[in-house]
């Protein structure tokens, strides 16, 4: 009786065998998937605070003095992707909200209005590829401060 259990036991681990690897090869593409997209979720949102950041100390130094050559440099080394002049704008604004016209002037009590756009953001893994429905990944931050 127990050698009859045992054999039995031995049949079905054998049957067993090859079932494990048919649920992984069904699971392996979705849990890929998966992880190529928290990879890409975490990139995009790391260059999203990083603009955040560069925008807000960017509106700061502006607001008290700096040049806007100096600003925009500034910014541009302060991100680890790769950022150009086009995709930054700064202007100075009337406290009513209008534009002054002449982004370099610094009267007190108007603000400083600075903005970074960037378009067509690309994604480190391929996931863009598989899934062509996720199209353009377009990211903006910007910040405006009051001129002391």
């Known amino acids: 009786m127990i050698k009859m259990i045992k054999a039995y036991r031995l049949t079905i681990r054998r049957c067993e065998k090859g079932q494990s690897l048919v649920e992984f090869a069904l ?12 990879f890409d979720f975490g990139w995009i949102l790391h260059q999203q605070i990083q603009m955040d950041n560069a925008t807000r100390m960017a509106a700061r130094r502006a607001a008290v003095g700096e ?4 600003v925009i440099q500034r910014m541009i080394e302060t991100c ?3 950022l150009t002049e086009d995709e930054i704008t700064i202007d100075v604004k009337s406290p009513d909200g209008q534009s002054v016209g002449n982004p370099s002037d610094r009267t007190p009590d108007n603000l400083v209005y600075i ?9 480190i893994t391929p996931l ?14 910007e910040a405006e401060f009051l001129i002391e």
């Open 27 to 38: 699971l392996a593409p979705i849990l890929i998937l998966l992880f190529m997209g928290m």
């Open 67 to 70: 040049a806007n050559s100096q």
């Open 80 to 82: 680890t992707f790769a």
């Open 115 to 123: 903005a970074i756009n960037r378009e067509d953001v690309q994604l």
């Open 128 to 141: 863009q590829f598989f899934m062509t429905w996720i199209g353009q990944i377009n990211l903006s931050s």
